[in-house]
């Protein structure tokens, strides 16, 4: 009954009923939605396969061989149109209209930024040797674990991240002293 259903609704719409349309588009919208978005698509770009998916559908509806396999055609095609979303989106390089055009800092920007590193290599050396022993490790060996940061600076694992977040503090403080931070 499903098989002559849709053989019957795509017949039908692409003589032109709006209603066979409408009735194709409410039985699968769901499906069409699920699988866009079963691929991580943003929502716009889901909308955008959405769309695509129905307008190719309309442009092959006297072309589908096998109409009781209508669910599977818009899978099928909801996949592809996603895979090539996701292609392209990984050859788009987003570009920052903010950014000046030339890539080398300005002398200004050295400048500043020598200054800065000054004052922050500055307030770095007044904190205490176990605040920058951890902040060291913790900058320098992200991918150390917890356990032996605490235990290389000589501390219990559960207390390097209050004694952390304390020395960041002091540090912090110090700069804006400084005017480091703003």
């Known amino acids: ?9 795509l017949a039908r719409a692409h003589l032109g009923d709006q209603h066979a349309w409408q009735e ?16 991580r698509l943003s929502p716009d770009d889901a909308a955008d396969v959405n769309q ?10 006297t072309t589908i061989r096998r109409p009781e396999r209508l669910s599977s055609w818009l899978t099928t095609t909801t996949r592809r149109e996603s895979l090539a979303v996701l292609r392209l989106r990984g050859r788009e390089e987003p570009v920052d209209l903010w950014d000046s055009a030339d890539e080398e800092p300005s002398p200004e920007d050295l400048a500043v930024a020598g200054e800065t ?30 356990t032996q940061v605490a235990e290389a600076v000589g501390i219990p694992a559960n207390s390097l991240g209050p004694t952390r977040g304390r020395c960041l ?13 703003r």
């Open 1 to 9: 009954m499903q098989d002559q259903q849709n053989a019957e609704l």
């Open 24 to 39: 194709i588009v409410d039985r699968h919208i769901r499906l069409v939605w699920a699988v866009a978005r079963s691929h």
């Open 52 to 61: 695509t998916v129905w307008l190719i559908l309309a442009e092959n509806l």
């Open 117 to 146: 590193d000054s004052l922050l290599w500055h307030a770095y050396g007044t904190l205490t040797d176990r605040c920058r022993q951890i902040l060291h490790l913790v900058a320098f060996s992200p991918d150390m674990p917890f």
């Open 169 to 181: 503090d002091v540090l912090r403080r110090r700069l804006a002293r400084m005017e480091v931070v």
